[in-house]
């Protein structure tokens, strides 16, 4: 007999029930090659969007300038900057913020 699993709107399983198995590959099970692999199929598959601020924040991480300097410069907090760039990662879902800007630059979002 299986249980019959209930999903809240917010995709959280009512207690005492089982989630339902997805296809997506548990991040833990795989080598650090496999979540590249992983990571790399899913922004292919996807559009890489990223704010202005976003762009404008992630070009001057890669032409090497701390996130200090950077908020100095745009007249921002330190913890706003690392905010954008946490947010553009977890929107790209990309495992690190170098990986972002590989593919920031790649796709041709950032120069």
Same mark, same amino acid.
Do not use: C
């Given at each position: 007999?299986?249980?019959?699993?209930?999903?809240?709107?917010?995709?959280?399983?009512?207690?005492?029930?089982? *989630?339902? =198995? &997805? !296809?997506?590959?548990?991040?833990? $099970?795989? +080598?650090?090659?496999? *979540?590249? =692999? &992983? !990571?790399?199929?899913?922004?292919? $598959?996807? +559009?890489?969007?990223?704010?202005?601020?976003?762009?404008?924040?992630?070009?001057?991480?890669?032409?090497?300038?701390?996130?200090?300097?950077?908020?100095?410069?745009?007249?921002?907090?330190?913890?706003?900057?690392?905010?954008?760039?946490?947010?553009?990662?977890?929107?790209?879902?990309?495992?690190?913020?170098?990986?972002?800007?590989?593919?920031?630059?790649?796709?041709?979002?950032?120069?």
């Amino acid at each position: 007999m299986t249980k019959t699993t209930v999903v809240t709107d917010r995709g959280i399983p009512i207690k005492g029930e089982r *989630r339902p =198995k &997805t !296809d997506k590959p548990n991040w833990t $099970s795989l +080598s650090v090659d496999e *979540r590249r =692999k &992983t !990571d790399i199929d899913e922004l292919m $598959s996807q +559009s890489f969007y990223l704010t202005s601020r976003q762009i404008q924040i992630l070009q001057l991480v890669a032409h090497g300038e701390r996130y200090k300097e950077i908020a100095n410069k745009l007249g921002l907090k330190e913890s706003s900057i690392k905010n954008h760039v946490r947010r553009a990662r977890e929107y790209s879902k990309t495992l690190s913020t170098p990986n972002l800007i590989y593919w920031a630059l790649k796709l041709g979002r950032i120069s």
